[in-house]
């Protein structure tokens, strides 16, 4: 699920947009490489789905609380695009605001781990 789906998220959805999912496809556009490191570099495991994504990583944030990453590349007819999601009963585990810091903390971990030492 979306952090969108998730109840009562609606103040906080474009907030959680901005920090992570506008944030990763902006900081990784035309980068396919070092975003698959950096997943990589964090312990995110490859994950093979039904839906056509250049990239589809799943990190195993907190026991129970597993979150996937689905990023899609830039190309000549769409700006690259990224989806942070939760399994549905993340919620049963954790507050609104928890999953909230989860996702931003990965998209700065994210960000951070492919930036390199000058």
Known sequence: MTFRDCKGAGPLVVSFANNTNH???STFAGRLDA????????????VVDAVSTDLSVKFQ????????????????DFPAQSHLLF???AER????KSLFVLGTYLAGHLIK?????A
Do not use: H, M, T, W
């Not at 975003?35 to 490859?46: D, I």
């Not at 585990?93 to 609104?96: A, K, Q, R, S």
């Open 61 to 76: 944030a907190l026991p129970g609380v597993p979150q996937y990453l689905s990023f899609n590349d830039r190309d000549d």
């Open 23 to 25: 944030l990763i496809a």
């Open 35 to 46: 975003l698959e490191s950096a997943c990589k570099g964090l312990g995110g495991q490859p």
């Open 93 to 96: 585990y954790l507050n609104l």
């Open 87 to 89: 399994q549905r009963s």
């Open 113 to 117: 781990s492919s930036e390199k030492p």
